[in-house]
C-alpha cells in the first residue's frame, strides 16, 4: 500500500478546504523558508472547487461589507464572533488581493470584477500550485485513525488503496446543500463520524418552501413581487377553529419574492427557510404572511381607495387594481375574498359598501397568509443548518477533545443569510484552521513518524 507523509492533510476541496491549503503552505513557507512544507488535499469529486462554480448564479458573491455575528445560525455565537473578528471582510478582501483577484462590490456583496466564479476557483488553484499543494481527487475515504502523534487517513483512488500521513489533519467536507455538484456516493459527514464527532440536526436552509394553498400557487407560478414577508408560527399544536389564530410573530423579511406551482421562492423567502425547515422538523405548523404591497401604509392605501371610488362608481374589480396588483396576484386575492373580477362596484351615494369590499381585498393583498408545509430537499439549497457542533472547538477551530485536528467551513454548524456570508465563513475558518493546523505541527522535523 501506497504511504505518504504531510504536515497538514485537508480532507474536502471546496472554499474553505483550499483557504486552509493556501494559508497552511503560506505559513510553512513564513517559518521554514522557501522549501516550505507538505499539504495534502483529499477530494471526493472529479475536481475541487465544483461547487463554488455555482455560487451567485455564477458571479460568485464571495463576501459581504456587513459580516455580523446576527448574520448566522450557529449552537456557539461566541466562538463565531471570535472567528469573524479574527477575519473581517477586509481579511477576506486582502486574501483574494493577494493572489491578484480584483473585485467589485454591489449594495454590499463583493464579486470578482470580472463577474464569474471561475475567476475566483481559478485564482485559488494557482496559488495552490504555486504554493506545491499536492491534490487528490475521486478519492474515498475508508479509515482515519489519529495516534499519539499522527493522523492516518486510509482512502481509495482509482480502485488502489492509499495511506496518508498527516501532523495535522482539517475537515472541510462541507454539506450536501446543493447536490448537484456533489459526489453523490460520498457522505461529507463520514470523516468526522470515523473520528466520533458530534453532529446537530441538519435542515436545508437558503431555498424554496412548499405551501398548503396548491390552488392558488398553480395561478401564481412565474409571479415576481417585491414583498415583506413576516413569519409566524402557530402557538400551540391543538385543531383550533380558526386556522390563523393564535400565531407567534418570528420575524421578517423584505425582498424578492417568486411564485412557483408548489409555493414561494426567492431571496426574501431563503432567509426565512432554514428557522422554517428546523421548526416545521419540531412539529411546529409555520405560517407567512406577504405584503404585496409594502411601501404603502394602511391609511394612504385607504385614502387612495376613497378618491377611486368617488372618481370611478361602479367600475369593476379589474379596472379598480389594474394599476395597483398583478392580474394574477388580484385574482387570487379576489377568489380568497369569494369575489369576481367583472363585478362591478355598488354605487351607493357614500360609496360605503364599495369601500368595504374595496378594503377587504386591499387587506387580503397586504395580509396574505399562506401555510408552509415543507421546505424544498437538500439538493436544491444552497446551504445547511446543522452540522459539527461548533461548541466543540476552540477559537483556532480546534477540536477540543482531539489535539491536532480542525474542521473549516460549512460541515460545522454555521450558516449564514444570503448574500456572500458563507462563503465569507468558509474563507474565515479555512484561513484560521490552516494557520493553527501549522502552528500545531511544528516542528514537524522533531515529530516522531509512525
Ligand atoms: C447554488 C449555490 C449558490 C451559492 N451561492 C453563494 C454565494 O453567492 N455566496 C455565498 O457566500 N455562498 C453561496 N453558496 C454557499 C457556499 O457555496 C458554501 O457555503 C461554501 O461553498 C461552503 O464551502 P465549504 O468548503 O465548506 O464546502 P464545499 O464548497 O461544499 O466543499 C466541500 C468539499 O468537500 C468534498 N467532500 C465532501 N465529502 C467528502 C468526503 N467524504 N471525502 C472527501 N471530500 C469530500 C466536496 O466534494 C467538496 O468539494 C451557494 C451554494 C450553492 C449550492
Same mark, same amino acid.
Request: include cysteine.
Given at each position: 500500500m501506497a504511504e505518504k507523509c504531510y504536515d497538514v492533510m485537508i480532507v474536502g476541496g471546496g472554499a474553505s478546504g483550499m483557504a486552509a491549503a493556501v494559508t497552511a503552505l503560506e505559513e510553512l513557507q513564513k517559518s521554514r523558508g522557501k522549501a516550505g512544507g507538505k499539504v495534502l488535499i483529499l477530494e =471526493?469529486?472529479?475536481?475541487? %472547487?465544483?461547487k463554488l462554480l455555482a455560487t451567485g448564479n455564477g458571479k460568485?458573491?464571495?463576501?459581504? /461589507?456587513?459580516?455580523?455575528? =446576527?448574520c448566522y445560525h450557529t449552537d456557539d455565537p461566541g466562538l463565531l464572533q471570535s472567528i469573524l473578528s479574527d477575519f473581517p471582510t477586509k481579511a477576506a478582501l486582502q486574501f483574494f488581493e493577494k493572489s491578484g483577484m480584483l473585485s467589485r462590490e454591489k449594495k454590499g456583496g463583493f464579486y470578482p470584477v470580472t463577474e464569474t466564479a471561475t475567476t475566483v476557483l481559478s485564482v485559488l488553484l494557482y496559488r495552490l500550485l504555486e504554493l506545491g499543494c499536492e491534490i487528490v481527487c475521486g478519492v474515498s475515504i475508508k479509515q482515519i485513525e489519529k495516534n499519539e502523534h499522527m493522523f492516518q487517513v486510509q482512502y481509495h483512488e482509482s480502485g488502489e488503496e492509499r495511506l496518508a500521513h498527516g501532523n495535522s489533519l482539517i475537515l472541510?467536507? %462541507? =454539506?450536501?446543500?446543493? %447536490? *448537484?455538484? &456533489?459526489?453523490?456516493? /460520498?457522505? @461529507?459527514?463520514k470523516p468526522a463520524k470515523l473520528l466520533g464527532l458530534h453532529i446537530s440536526p441538519l435542515y436545508p436552509s437558503l431555498t424554496k418552501c412548499i405551501c398548503l394553498e396548491e390552488q392558488y400557487y398553480r395561478q401564481l407560478s412565474g409571479v415576481r413581487a417585491q414583498v415583506l414577508l413576516k413569519l409566524y408560527e402557530k402557538a400551540d399544536s391543538s385543531l383550533q377553529?380558526?386556522?390563523? $389564530?393564535n400565531l407567534k410573530f418570528i420575524r421578517e423579511e423584505a425582498g424578492e419574492l417568486q411564485l412557483t406551482k408548489e409555493g414561494i421562492s426567492g431571496i426574501a423567502v431563503f432567509q426565512l427557510s432554514g428557522e422554517i425547515a428546523q421548526k416545521l422538523a419540531e412539529k411546529r405548523r409555520m405560517f407567512v404572511e406577504v405584503? *404585496?404591497? @409594502?411601501? *404603502?401604509a394602511e391609511r394612504s392605501l385607504n385614502e387612495w381607495a376613497k378618491r377611486r371610488i368617488s372618481m370611478?362608481?361602479?367600475?369593476t374589480l379589474e379596472e379598480f387594481f389594474a394599476g395597483a396588483l398583478h392580474k394574477k396576484i388580484l385574482a387570487v386575492c379576489l377568489q380568497a375574498e369569494g369575489l369576481k373580477g367583472g363585478m362591478e362596484l355598488p354605487a351607493d351615494s357614500a360609496g360605503n359598501k364599495a369601500l368595504e369590499i374595496i378594503t377587504a381585498v386591499l387587506r387580503r393583498a397586504t395580509h396574505f397568509m399562506t401555510e408552509v408545509t415543507g421546505v424544498s430537499d437538500m439538493k436544491q439549497a444552497q446551504v445547511c443548518r446543522g $452540522?459539527?457542533?461548533? =461548541? &466543540? *472547538?476552540n477559537e483556532k477551530l480546534e477540536c477540543k477533545a482531539t489535539p491536532k485536528l480542525f474542521a473549516c467551513g460549512e460541515v460545522l454548524n454555521v450558516d449564514g443569510i444570503c448574500g456572500g456570508y458563507n462563503l465569507h465563513f468558509a474563507w474565515a475558518s479555512g484561513v484560521i484552521a490552516g494557520r493553527e493546523a501549522v502552528k500545531a505541527c511544528t516542528p514537524l522535523q522533531s515529530s516522531p513518524r509512525p
Amino acid at each position: 500500500m501506497a504511504e505518504k507523509c504531510y504536515d497538514v492533510m485537508i480532507v474536502g476541496g471546496g472554499a474553505s478546504g483550499m483557504a486552509a491549503a493556501v494559508t497552511a503552505l503560506e505559513e510553512l513557507q513564513k517559518s521554514r523558508g522557501k522549501a516550505g512544507g507538505k499539504v495534502l488535499i483529499l477530494e =471526493s469529486n472529479d475536481r475541487i %472547487g465544483k461547487k463554488l462554480l455555482a455560487t451567485g448564479n455564477g458571479k460568485c458573491n464571495f463576501t459581504h /461589507e456587513n459580516i455580523d455575528v =446576527s448574520c448566522y445560525h450557529t449552537d456557539d455565537p461566541g466562538l463565531l464572533q471570535s472567528i469573524l473578528s479574527d477575519f473581517p471582510t477586509k481579511a477576506a478582501l486582502q486574501f483574494f488581493e493577494k493572489s491578484g483577484m480584483l473585485s467589485r462590490e454591489k449594495k454590499g456583496g463583493f464579486y470578482p470584477v470580472t463577474e464569474t466564479a471561475t475567476t475566483v476557483l481559478s485564482v485559488l488553484l494557482y496559488r495552490l500550485l504555486e504554493l506545491g499543494c499536492e491534490i487528490v481527487c475521486g478519492v474515498s475515504i475508508k479509515q482515519i485513525e489519529k495516534n499519539e502523534h499522527m493522523f492516518q487517513v486510509q482512502y481509495h483512488e482509482s480502485g488502489e488503496e492509499r495511506l496518508a500521513h498527516g501532523n495535522s489533519l482539517i475537515l472541510a467536507t %462541507g =454539506s450536501k446543500a446543493g %447536490g *448537484f455538484l &456533489q459526489n453523490k456516493n /460520498e457522505d @461529507p459527514l463520514k470523516p468526522a463520524k470515523l473520528l466520533g464527532l458530534h453532529i446537530s440536526p441538519l435542515y436545508p436552509s437558503l431555498t424554496k418552501c412548499i405551501c398548503l394553498e396548491e390552488q392558488y400557487y398553480r395561478q401564481l407560478s412565474g409571479v415576481r413581487a417585491q414583498v415583506l414577508l413576516k413569519l409566524y408560527e402557530k402557538a400551540d399544536s391543538s385543531l383550533q377553529k380558526n386556522k390563523h $389564530g393564535n400565531l407567534k410573530f418570528i420575524r421578517e423579511e423584505a425582498g424578492e419574492l417568486q411564485l412557483t406551482k408548489e409555493g414561494i421562492s426567492g431571496i426574501a423567502v431563503f432567509q426565512l427557510s432554514g428557522e422554517i425547515a428546523q421548526k416545521l422538523a419540531e412539529k411546529r405548523r409555520m405560517f407567512v404572511e406577504v405584503n *404585496f404591497l @409594502p411601501e *404603502f401604509a394602511e391609511r394612504s392605501l385607504n385614502e387612495w381607495a376613497k378618491r377611486r371610488i368617488s372618481m370611478f362608481p361602479g367600475i369593476t374589480l379589474e379596472e379598480f387594481f389594474a394599476g395597483a396588483l398583478h392580474k394574477k396576484i388580484l385574482a387570487v386575492c379576489l377568489q380568497a375574498e369569494g369575489l369576481k373580477g367583472g363585478m362591478e362596484l355598488p354605487a351607493d351615494s357614500a360609496g360605503n359598501k364599495a369601500l368595504e369590499i374595496i378594503t377587504a381585498v386591499l387587506r387580503r393583498a397586504t395580509h396574505f397568509m399562506t401555510e408552509v408545509t415543507g421546505v424544498s430537499d437538500m439538493k436544491q439549497a444552497q446551504v445547511c443548518r446543522g $452540522g459539527l457542533y461548533l =461548541s &466543540q *472547538f476552540n477559537e483556532k477551530l480546534e477540536c477540543k477533545a482531539t489535539p491536532k485536528l480542525f474542521a473549516c467551513g460549512e460541515v460545522l454548524n454555521v450558516d449564514g443569510i444570503c448574500g456572500g456570508y458563507n462563503l465569507h465563513f468558509a474563507w474565515a475558518s479555512g484561513v484560521i484552521a490552516g494557520r493553527e493546523a501549522v502552528k500545531a505541527c511544528t516542528p514537524l522535523q522533531s515529530s516522531p513518524r509512525p
